[in-house]
């Protein structure tokens, strides 16, 4: 297994680069960020991936499910973050209701995207039952993502957002929709919430980078949302979270001091004013 880190000098990644790393047996870390100011930090410690999710839905808007984030909406975060990087590879998620079963449709949602967010690529979920739209992205010369397994825009369809392709039959199918998508000519895929074991399976079928939250470490990389890895959502604990920080402890400690502060007139002192 190698643990080569020989990436870390590109100017700007790319999807050649991304590739490069799978070939060369490099790791791909991507996490999530939805504006300027996390985007920019990010980007100065050099990760390789930066996804504008439609988790944004939930972590920035509240929202229960990944569904009602709209277009513009994803388009604003999107150039937000665009504004901030200028090394990593910036992949926007189209949203629910912009690519399902209309590739015309789907076509004009990624033009927008990459036109109006200046996004380097597009995520996509889903197999078979959207490959003519990723067929007609992909005509455009957009480069697209795929995301396979646990998809949170059909949680409806589900009902849960339980551990996905555990039956032989799911686990054939999403191997099946996995070639499919890199027949098609996607980048990448994430494999989200599944099996450790079919990950490596699908990692070592394809000759794409998988790139994996939940789908154990046998794939080419990783991804996480930003707001859960560093502690500032606290509710949503899955077993594939690793918590680096606990930021909503550190900023209600420093809330809280600067409440005293004030309310003391500690704040502001001699020096702090004109
Ligand atoms: O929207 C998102 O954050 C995602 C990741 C969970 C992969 O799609």
Known sequence: ???????????????????????????IAMLTAY?????????????????????????????????????NEMIYHGSSVVRAVKRALVVV???FGTYQGNSKEALNSAIRIMKEAGAD?????????IIESVDRILSAGIPVMGHLGLTPQSIHKFGTYVVRATSEEEAAKLLEDAHLLEKAGCFAIVLEKIPAKLGGIVTKALRIPIIGI???????????????????????????????????????????TYIHDVKTLDFPNEKEQY
């Open 35 to 71: 504006d300027y100011s996390f985007a920019r930090i990010l980007d100065l410690t050099g990760i390789d991936v930066i996804l504008v999710g439609d988790s944004a839905s939930n972590v920035m808007a509240g929202h229960a499910s990944t569904l009602p984030i709209t277009l």
């Open 121 to 129: 690529a597009v995520k996509l979920e889903g197999g078979k039952e």
């Open 1 to 27: 297994m190698s643990t080569a880190i020989s990436f870390r000098n590109v100017t700007k990644v790319t999807t050649h680069v991304i590739q490069e790393m799978k070939n060369k047996g490099e790791k």
């Open 214 to 256: 939940g789908a154990g470490k046998d794939v080419d990389g990783q991804v996480l949302v930003l707001h859960d890895m560093l502690g500032i959502t606290m509710e949503f604990s899955p077993r594939f979270l690793r918590r680096y920080h606990n930021l909503s402890e550190e900023i209600r400690g420093a809330v809280n």
């Open 93 to 95: 998620d189209l949203p």
